[in-house]
């Protein structure tokens, strides 16, 4: 009776942990997936699901944990593509996160995410936009700039030495490649990676070979990485 008992406790944390690794970062990894254009979807060891600025590309069927919206253009903002939602999934926005010119820090438990200057004078106003820094499990940093041009604080992130920074790059309504690597070798990330590449495309390649700095990363629409 005793080793029927034992065997069914064994089976029962085995389906447990099979259930979470299915949900989440494979093997108590940190995953990022880049879909395409400014959208990200990160899934922390623990299997918590984040998704940033969601729009484009594919990978939308995991239900969410937290959503992150760096300002209002519909380009940033399809939140109805998750179709799924855990209990107690947090949206956060722009609105939340910079309030009358402080921005603001959350602590998830699971994630801490820091609103940071974002905007410029094409088509995003600085009071109505931010960037995130999210800290993940195992103290790894995700910054994504969302639509912007150089920032002041830029300089400043680099004491946090970030280990994974996106930066916009489209040269219409944000900062273009030349400018983008400028910023990217301010912030000194351990690695940088071109994304928002050009309007109405998941990736561009041409304008990925563009940016041009230390540590620099290329993700083309739809490719996982582990963040380590």
Known sequence: MKKILLSGILFSI??????GAAGGGQ??????????????????????????DPYAG?????????ILITHGHSDHTAVDRIEQKNAGCRTITWKEALVKGEYKTFDL?????????????????????VGWLITLPGGITVYATGDTSATEQMKELADRK??????VCD???????????????LVGARHSIPYHMAPGKLFDRKSAEKFDAPGRLI???GKEIVLE
């Open 162 to 167: 970030i280990d994974y920074a996106f930066f």
């Open 58 to 66: 594919e990978g939308y069927d995991l239900p969410a944990d937290l």
């Open 171 to 185: 040269g219409v309504y944000n900062m273009d490649a030349e400018e983008a690597s400028a910023c990217a070798k």
């Open 109 to 129: 438990g699971y994630a801490a995410v820091e609103a940071v200057q974002a905007g410029n004078n094409k088509n995003h106003d600085i009071r109505s936009c």
């Open 14 to 19: 085995a389906l447990l942990a099979g259930c």
């Open 219 to 221: 993700l083309e629409a």
């Open 27 to 52: 093997d108590g990894e940190n995953r990022l997936l880049y879909q395409g254009h400014g959208s990200l979807r990160i899934v922390t060891a623990e299997g918590k699901v984040i998704y940033v």
